[in-house]
T-cell receptor
Framework: DSGVTQTPKHLITATGQRVTLRCSPR?????VYWYQQSLDQGLQFLIQ???????AKGNILERFSAQQFPDLHSELNLSSLELGDSALYFC???????????????FGEGSRLTVL | AQKITQTQPGMFVQEKEAVTLDCTYD???????LFWYKQPSSGEMIFLIY??????QNATEGRYSLNFQKARKSANLVISASQLGDSAMYFC?????????????FGSGTQLTVLP
């Protein structure tokens, strides 16, 4: 158990809809990262937050947005969903109890999104 | 540009034998970190091992070791005494110091199958 909690684990929705994925980082971790894993694109970095502020942006579509709240949990909002958005969405955290020199990311179990 | 390259989409190994999973990377920064993660069929991402660019010795963690050849920009994962439970997808990843961002860039992965 990594200590990172993601909900929901599975989500099935239709094209054009909007969903919100939620992540609670490990206790003490200030950084939250969102990754998308699809069959054709592999693991793609979407966005990072550190203590409530956006720190880095990767290949995140304009239809997607995220935020980190004062209690450090984070939400990833996906709107106007398309078939190609079907993927496993990971949240990861770091910065707390992980060794400062390595800074490995601790991943949640992912949220599997299926867009029909 | 591809920063992390894993050229073996799939690998087979006999139980109890050793196996090497290849990873090459590309960076012009002298300071970087290299990681290996394991993703079993259940989907979670499990951190295995870390190598810093300035580390003098190859990293080891139990049955996992990292064959770090800096001049060749390779960071191969060696798994000794393979077990059936080692069957999984393995990802190599790199972190470059990019301001304060500490996200990881992942390779495309190698699917390892351990045969009884």
């Amino acid at each position: 158990d990594s200590g990172v909690t993601q909900t929901p684990k599975h989500l099935i929705t239709a094209t054009g809809q909007r969903v919100t994925l939620r992540c609670s980082p490990r206790s003490g971790d200030l950084s939250v990262y969102w990754y998308q894993q699809s069959l054709d694109q592999g693991l793609q970095f979407l966005i990072q937050y550190y203590n409530g502020e956006e720190r880095a942006k990767g290949n995140i579509l304009e239809r997607f947005s995220a935020q980190q709240f004062p209690d450090l949990h984070s939400e990833l909002n996906l709107s106007s969903l398309e078939l190609g958005d079907s993927a496993l969405y990971f949240c990861a955290s770091s910065g707390g109890r992980s060794r400062a020199i390595t800074g490995e990311l601790f991943f949640g179990e992912g949220s599997r999104l299926t867009v029909l | 540009a591809q920063k992390i390259t894993q050229t073996q989409p799939g690998m087979f190994v006999q139980e109890k034998e050793a196996v090497t999973l290849d990873c090459t990377y590309d960076t012009s920064d002298p300071s970087y970190g290299l990681f290996w993660y394991k993703q079993p069929s259940s989907g979670e991402m499990i951190f295995l091992i870390y190598q810093g660019s300035y580390d003098q010795q190859n990293a080891t963690e139990g049955r996992y070791s990292l064959n770090f050849q800096k001049a060749r920009k390779s960071a191969n994962l060696v798994i000794s005494a393979s077990q059936l439970g080692d069957s999984a997808m393995y990802f190599c990843a790199m972190r470059e110091p990019s301001g304060s961002a500490r996200q990881l860039t992942f390779g495309s992965g190698t699917q390892l199958t351990v045969l009884p």
